[in-house]
Each structure stands twice: as structure tokens, then as C-alpha cells.
């Protein structure tokens, strides 16, 4: 068992003893005395209308589709921040020698003190190749960010009555288009 | 001794070290959670002119919070008969599990972390992302309208923050090279650079890293559901969101993650852009150079600054609340979309592009006569310990063959 799996075991442990304990002490002095209102729902005081378990609204579907790509995007981001990040830094051409081989056999991976670190030339084209490789992998995040923004997924209030004509294709310029269908807020649920 | 019995036999030192470091970090958990919650009442009551904060509770008020746990402890445990019990009960474990877990990385002094990780802030950031489950949970499982639209709310305005707040804390490590958050810390520590005190190392005053400090702020913030981002409660619309069927005990283990988060993001805030432990004036590499005790007093310290570093951006937290009113869902969603992402990318992009120019321009990737921040490299500690671990294992491996 790894130091990292012992420790998420043990604050895992250690987190439920804090939410149990008190929650235990509070057994011995707290009351239980259920009443059928008590254990209603509570919906301002009045009996409760059909489940709660009811559909939501689409456009959060949308907010969590947008936010799977982009953090899986961005998980992928933080490998490559390092080793740009150190190859930007080995690419200072004053570096000192002993810095200069700390930082590479830290990028490498390599023993501490590897002996001949990286140029700065070659570091500098590592970078280039590095950031060459992210502006095509950050290119293609943006351009669907942007072809979701063209199509309104981020307009919050979206008219209900074209709303299926707006997904179809982006929503007309002129104002004029727009009057010929009432503009009102989604009624489904405001939330 | 036979390595099969070596490698069956258990080692109760990590096991004892690492209750040991449950133990202090839990310390560190719930100390800072009961004072922030006292503060916010302080605060609120010296911003709003409410009356009672600045009265009750003896000297300073410490009894109020100490009645209040009194008071939670007694209260009836009730849980509506349409909810999914096992789910409704789960939740607070869910959701304060997640928050101490973050506390793992957080290193409070050079060295003084429980897991000290190559991969720290990623781990840090996962383990603080994992909250919004419980919250989900907590809603829907309450079978409430209030509860769902609360949770449901949450969700969307958690993930939607959660983007540019990462994108924001990959900027500082663009710049520094490394996600050990020791190492961050011992990047941007330094000393006396011709009048330049080494405050101007820490990444705050960075061109870019300066904004992306005030952008991962606001997201922290929202990531927090703190106001004036704080929709998923909104008692004003939702009686109290999420939380309106929890009661009792139950329901303030939310407001202890709450408040645990909401320091455990000011920390992560600290080591990134304003230097951790490091104090700016040199102080705490002179204590550590002082000899016997030096290092110890040094570490001492840094925690104190660390921890007031991290106290005053929570106390930021708490002024924006009491002094912000709520925005309204459609208001919180733009601000992230339309705003905070599109400025969390550029500043993303400034920085992958400002090193790379100065160094092609001038072959150095800062601007100010500084040190480099690659002279400033951190111990390998954690490099060092994997290093010598897979070097102990091929060792052990030989032995084993033999």
C-alpha cells in the first residue's frame, strides 16, 4: 500500500468518524418523537403536490456536457503546464549550472543532479514544440466553445416557444424575425 | 529475513505517522471552521449594524458558537418519510469527507504536509471537486422541490466554475514548472534582490499571474457557493435550497465543509500567488539559517503566515458576502460562460505565450533583473523520495530473485 492510499484511506476513515461521532453523542440526548407532519416534505406549509422527482430543465444538460469536455481538457492541461513551465525555465540562458541540472533532472524524471542538464536551445525548442502542440489541442476546445456560444447554449433565458428553432440553427439578427413569435421566459421551471 | 515474510509483514510506522498527521490535520480542520464561523458572525454584525452578534456570547462571543453545537446536538434528527434514507444520510458524509481529504496536500510549513505529492494541487483540486456530489445527493434525495432545485443549481454552477477556477491555477504552473505544492512555495521564496525584497517573487506580481489571482478568487468564491454566489441556498427564493429538509447536527456538518473549503481554497490561493509561508521580507529564510532550531522556529513560523495569508482572503470571502446581494441563476451562469471563461483562456494563453516571447527576444523569461525562478528550483524531496523508493524496490526485487 502506497503512502497516498494509506493517508485517502485514513482521512477517508478519519472524515467519517467526525460526521459520526457527534451524530452518535446526539443520539443519547436528542429526542425522537415523529409525527406524521414532521415527516411530510416541506413545501411552504402545504400538502405536498405529485413527487419531487420531477424533469428538470434541458439547459443543465447542457451546462454539464460542456463541462465534461472541458474539464477533461484541462486535466490533460496540467502534465504539460510542468514540463512547459520547466522547459521555459531551462531555456533561460543565464541559468546557473547547478540549477540548470536540478531543473532537468527534475523534468526527466531523472536522479537528482543529472549530470549534463538541457541547453538552452534545446530547451527553447522543447517549448516551442510543446506550445505548438498546445495551441492545436486548445484550438479545438475553443473553436466548440465558440460553435456553442454561436448556437445560444449560453444564453441562460432562451424564448420557450422558438426554442427548438433556435437549436436548429442560430438565432436570426434582425429583431424583426423575432416578432413574429411571442418572447417569453421558459415557464416550465424558473430556476 | 525470507522476503516473503518481508513483504507479508505489516509496518505499523506509516500507519502510526499517518494518524498522526490525521490527527494534526484534523486539528487544522475543525479550528479554523469554529473561528470563521464565529468571524462571520463579527463581521456581519460590524458590516450590517446587526445588533446581537456585537452583544451576546460573553467576551467576544465565544459562547455563541459553543451554544450553538449545544443547541444542534439536542435538536431532533428528522428526515422526511419520502426521502431516500440511505442517500438523505449519506450525504454530509460525502460532502465532509471531501473537504478534509483536500486538507492531505496542503502543505501549512516547508515540508509540513501529510502527502507531500508531485501531483499536490491536481489531487487538491479533485478532492475539493468531489463536495458537489454530496450536495447533488443531499437535494435530490430529499424528495423536496426546494431541496432539488437547490441541488440542481448547484451542480451547474459548480462544474461551470470549476473550469476557469482550474484554468486560472494552471497559470502560476505554467510559469513555475511543477505541481508540487511544496515546491511552488520554494520557487517563489527567495532573498534580497538589489533592494527588491523577495515578496516580488511570489506570482501575484506576475503580469499575468496578478489577474489570474483576481479570476481564481472569484471562482473560489462561486466554487464555494459562497454570495454572492450562494444560489443553491438562496433563502430568499428557495427556502433553504439544498439543506430545507436537513435539521439538527445533520445539517451544519454542510456549514463546517462550507467553511473548511472555503479555507481550503484560500490556501491553495496563498501557495499559488502569494507565496505560502514565504513572509516577502526574508525573515523566514533567516530563521532558517539561524542553526540548532532554526529550521523548527522557521517552519513555526511560516505556518503562522501561511495560516493568516489564508485567514485574510476567507475574510475577504465573508466581506464580499455581507456586502454583495445575491446575483440571480441566469446572471451567475453568464458571468461564468461568457465571462470568466473567455478571460481565464486568455490569461491561460498570456502566460504560455509571455515566457516563450521574452526568452526568444531576449533569452530571459522574466523581465525584472530578478533571480530566475529556475535558480529558485525547490528541494527535490518528493523527486528525490520516488527516485531512491524505485531504487529501494529494484534493490529489493534483486534480493527477492536471489
Same mark, same amino acid.
Given at each position: 500500500m502506497s503512502d497516498l492510499v494509506l493517508h485517502i484511506a485514513l482521512f477517508v476513515v478519519a472524515g467519517t468518524l467526525i460526521v459520526m461521532a457527534p451524530l452518535l453523542i446526539g443520539r443519547l440526548v436528542r429526542p425522537s418523537l415523529p409525527t406524521p407532519e414532521k415527516d411530510a416534505v416541506y413545501e411552504c406549509g402545504e400538502p405536498t403536490i405529485g413527487s419531487s422527482f420531477i424533469q428538470f430543465d434541458l439547459r443543465f444538460y447542457t451546462v454539464a456536457l460542456l463541462f465534461i469536455v472541458f474539464d477533461v481538457e484541462v486535466a490533460f492541461f496540467f502534465p504539460w503546464a510542468t514540463l512547459y513551465g520547466g522547459s521555459m525555465q531551462l531555456a533561460d540562458t543565464q541559468l546557473s549550472a547547478e540549477a540548470r541540472a536540478e531543473v532537468s533532472s527534475k523534468l526527466l524524471n531523472a536522479a537528482p543532479g543529472y549530470p549534463e542538464g538541457i541547453s538552452a536551445e534545446s530547451a527553447l525548442q522543447l517549448g516551442q514544440l510543446a506550445f505548438f502542440d498546445i495551441l492545436v489541442f486548445f484550438g479545438v476546445l475553443l473553436v466548440g466553445f465558440a460553435y456553442v456560444w454561436k448556437r445560444g447554449d449560453l444564453e441562460w433565458i432562451r424564448a420557450a416557444s422558438n426554442s427548438s428553432a433556435a437549436r436548429a440553427n442560430p438565432p436570426p439578427a434582425s429583431p424583426r424575425a423575432n416578432q413574429s413569435v411571442a418572447t417569453k421566459p421558459d415557464p416550465e421551471l424558473v430556476s | 529475513?525470507?522476503?516473503?515474510?518481508?513483504?507479508?509483514?505489516?509496518?505499523?510506522?506509516?500507519?502510526?505517522?499517518?494518524?498522526?498527521?490525521?490527527?494534526?490535520?484534523?486539528?487544522?480542520?475543525?479550528?479554523?471552521?469554529?473561528?470563521?464561523?464565529?468571524?462571520?458572525?463579527?463581521?456581519?454584525?460590524?458590516?450590517?449594524?446587526?445588533?446581537?452578534?456585537?452583544?451576546?456570547?460573553?467576551?467576544?462571543?465565544?459562547?455563541?458558537?459553543?451554544?450553538?453545537?449545544?443547541?444542534?446536538?439536542?435538536?431532533?434528527?428528522?428526515?422526511?418519510?419520502?426521502?431516500?434514507?440511505?442517500?438523505?444520510?449519506?450525504?454530509?458524509?460525502?460532502?465532509?469527507?471531501?473537504?478534509?481529504?483536500?486538507?492531505?496536500?496542503?502543505?501549512?510549513?516547508?515540508?509540513?504536509?501529510?502527502?507531500?505529492?508531485?501531483?499536490?494541487?491536481?489531487?487538491?483540486?479533485?478532492?475539493?471537486?468531489?463536495?458537489?456530489?454530496?450536495?447533488?445527493?443531499?437535494?435530490?434525495?430529499?424528495?423536496?422541490?426546494?431541496?432539488? =432545485?437547490?441541488?440542481?443549481? $448547484?451542480? !451547474?454552477? /459548480?462544474?461551470?466554475?470549476?473550469?476557469?477556477? +482550474? *484554468?486560472?491555477? &494552471?497559470?502560476?504552473?505554467?510559469?513555475?514548472?511543477?505541481?508540487?505544492?511544496?515546491?511552488?512555495?520554494?520557487?517563489?521564496?527567495?532573498?534580497?534582490?538589489?533592494?527588491?525584497?523577495?515578496?516580488?517573487?511570489?506570482?501575484?506580481?506576475?503580469?499575468?499571474?496578478?489577474?489570474?489571482?483576481?479570476?481564481?478568487?472569484?471562482?473560489?468564491?462561486?466554487?464555494?457557493?459562497?454570495?454572492?454566489?450562494?444560489?443553491?441556498?438562496?433563502?430568499?427564493?428557495?427556502?433553504?435550497?439544498?439543506?430545507?429538509?436537513?435539521?439538527?447536527?445533520?445539517?451544519? =456538518?454542510?456549514?463546517?465543509? $462550507?467553511? !473548511?473549503? /472555503?479555507?481550503?481554497?484560500?490556501?491553495?490561493? +496563498? *501557495?499559488?500567488? &502569494?507565496?505560502?509561508?514565504?513572509?516577502?521580507?526574508?525573515?523566514?529564510?533567516?530563521?532558517?539559517?539561524?542553526?540548532?532550531?532554526?529550521?523548527?522556529?522557521?517552519?513555526?513560523?511560516?505556518?503562522?503566515?501561511?495560516?493568516?495569508?489564508?485567514?485574510?482572503?476567507?475574510?475577504?470571502?465573508?466581506?464580499?458576502?455581507?456586502?454583495?446581494?445575491?446575483?440571480?441563476?441566469?446572471?451567475?451562469?453568464?458571468?461564468?460562460?461568457?465571462?470568466?471563461?473567455?478571460?481565464?483562456?486568455?490569461l491561460f494563453l498570456a502566460a504560455v505565450v509571455y515566457p516563450l516571447i521574452l526568452v526568444s527576444a531576449t533569452g530571459r523569461p522574466m523581465i525584472l533583473p530578478l533571480e530566475a525562478t529556475g535558480e529558485r528550483v525547490g528541494h527535490p524531496s518528493a523527486n528525490d523520495r520516488i527516485w531512491h523508493g524505485a531504487e529501494a524496490e529494484t534493490a529489493s526485487l534483486s534480493e527477492g530473485d536471489e
Open positions: - | 529475513m525470507h522476503p516473503l515474510l518481508a513483504a507479508t509483514e505489516f509496518e505499523w510506522a506509516p500507519l502510526l505517522l499517518g494518524v498522526l498527521h490525521v490527527a494534526l490535520v484534523g486539528a487544522f480542520f475543525g479550528l479554523p471552521a469554529g473561528i470563521f464561523i464565529w468571524a462571520e458572525r463579527k463581521v456581519s454584525a460590524r458590516i450590517q449594524d446587526r445588533l446581537g452578534p456585537t452583544r451576546t456570547g460573553g467576551r467576544f462571543g465565544w459562547l455563541q458558537s459553543a451554544a450553538d453545537g449545544a443547541k444542534l446536538i439536542q435538536k431532533e434528527d428528522l428526515a422526511p418519510k419520502a426521502a431516500d434514507q440511505f442517500l438523505f444520510k449519506l450525504a454530509p458524509y460525502i460532502v465532509v469527507v471531501a473537504s478534509f481529504s483536500a486538507f492531505m496536500f496542503l502543505p501549512f510549513a516547508d515540508g509540513w504536509a501529510a502527502v507531500d505529492s508531485d501531483v499536490g494541487l491536481f489531487m487538491m483540486l479533485a478532492m475539493l471537486s468531489l463536495e458537489v456530489i454530496g450536495v447533488i445527493l443531499a437535494g435530490w434525495s430529499s424528495a423536496s422541490k426546494w431541496a432539488l =432545485f437547490g441541488a440542481i443549481r $448547484e451542480a !451547474a454552477q /459548480m462544474v461551470s466554475y470549476e473550469i476557469p477556477m +482550474a *484554468i486560472c491555477s &494552471l497559470v502560476p504552473i505554467v510559469l513555475l514548472g511543477t505541481l508540487n505544492l511544496n515546491e511552488i512555495v520554494q520557487i517563489q521564496a527567495g532573498d534580497w534582490q538589489g533592494g527588491f525584497p523577495p515578496m516580488f517573487n511570489w506570482m501575484i506580481f506576475h503580469p499575468v499571474a496578478g489577474p489570474a489571482f483576481i479570476c481564481y478568487f472569484v471562482c473560489a468564491t462561486a466554487s464555494c457557493k459562497r454570495a454572492p454566489f450562494d444560489l443553491a441556498e438562496a433563502e430568499s427564493e428557495l427556502v433553504a435550497g439544498f439543506l430545507t429538509e436537513y435539521s439538527g447536527m445533520r445539517w451544519s =456538518f454542510f456549514f463546517l465543509a $462550507e467553511y !473548511a473549503s /472555503m479555507y481550503a481554497v484560500s490556501g491553495i490561493a +496563498a *501557495i499559488l500567488f &502569494l507565496g505560502g509561508w514565504d513572509d516577502g521580507l526574508g525573515i523566514h529564510s533567516w530563521l532558517k539559517n539561524l542553526g540548532w532550531g532554526g529550521a523548527l522556529a522557521a517552519n513555526l513560523f511560516g505556518a503562522v503566515v501561511l495560516m493568516k495569508k489564508a485567514s485574510v482572503l476567507v475574510f475577504l470571502q465573508i466581506w464580499v458576502r455581507w456586502t454583495l446581494p445575491r446575483l440571480r441563476i441566469d446572471q451567475v451562469m453568464t458571468t461564468c460562460l461568457k465571462y470568466l471563461i473567455p478571460i481565464a483562456c486568455t
